[in-house]
């Protein structure tokens, strides 16, 4: 019987606990032919990601496909991980990979972050089919990109249609964060947002900066 999730409500964020991280083929050969974003936009959202995930302690699955021909890892998603060595397929649907689905079976998380190149083969796929079969997804559209803005736009569509849930890394880490008086990641969480949150981070560091004041003079 398949699975109902929450769409509303506290229960439907996100928690470290019960997420599970999948990033699909963020390789040269696909960086090549991607036109919805610039490419370094997507080259900084999805390491900041996978910094953030890293930060929380959630899992994380790296999948290339053919990376003999399309290309290893970009280096500074490897880099985040670097004893990992990604799961390299030949199924373009990452979940029809069985050394993917195990992982995650494994795992026992429902919530799957997902962010992929491209949006409308290697992420709406795996997505749609993984929400068919009880999982709840969520979709990392700044995380990923497609052919064409079209093409990335309809994917979103397509997955919304299917009940996935659109949501940008920025939002994946504060829901994982939640409170900034939990200390244990807040700090570490900062330097990400630092590096990789563009104008966001650039505020939360001057934030900072007025809170050190405020302590020094007290």
Known sequence: MTQVTAKAGLNALLTPEDSIVVLI???PFQFANLHSHEPTVVINNVIGLAKAAKTFNVPTILTTVIEQRGGYLIKGLQDVFPDQKPIDRTFIN???DKNVVDVVKKSGRKKIVMAALWSEVCLA???IQAAGEGYEVYAVTDASGGVSRESHDMAVQRMIMA??????????ASEWQR???REATATALGEVLTQHAGGSGVALAWELQLLGQATRAA
């Open 25 to 27: 083929d963020h390789q």
């Open 94 to 96: 990452t979940w029809q």
């Open 125 to 127: 796929m795996p997505a």
């Open 163 to 172: 009940g996935i849930t659109p949501i940008t890394w920025l939002a994946v």
């Open 179 to 181: 409170d900034w008086a």
